[in-house]
């Protein structure tokens, strides 16, 4: 059973940051392509940032410039350092994990960011 633990959401103050991480429980973690999500209320879930299993990221236009995607294939995680947040970033972020046909997606984490 493949799990994906979010953790490092919370509640800041606009122009402050927070690091988000997802742990995997998978057996090769390092051939998926991974990323992160976001859902707000009464709206659709949205790409954040990505990274392959090669390391080119990919970023919303939104996430450009405050965001950074990274992975650490070594400890089957990756991470979202998010900086200069605002309050329209607030929504609930999921990680997601997908290589060929498996698709998998963690339970989601809360970030709200306050003006």
């Known amino acids: 059973q493949v799990q994906l633990v979010e953790s490092g959401g919370g509640l800041v103050q606009a122009g402050g940051s927070l690091s988000l991480s997802c742990t995997a429980s998978v057996i090769g973690f390092s051939l998926y392509s991974m990323g992160w999500y976001r859902q707000a209320p009464g709206k659709q879930r949205e790409l954040v940032a990505s990274v392959t299993s090669g390391g080119s990221t990919n970023y919303a236009d939104s996430a450009k410039g405050r965001f950074t995607i990274s992975r650490d294939n070594a400890k089957n995680t990756i991470y979202l350092q998010m900086n200069s947040l605002k309050p329209e970033d607030t929504a609930v972020y999921y990680c997601?994990?997908?290589?060929?046909?498996?698709?998998?997606w963690g339970q989601g984490t809360q970030v709200t960011v306050s003006s």
């Open positions: 997601r994990a997908q290589w060929r046909r498996y698709d998998h």
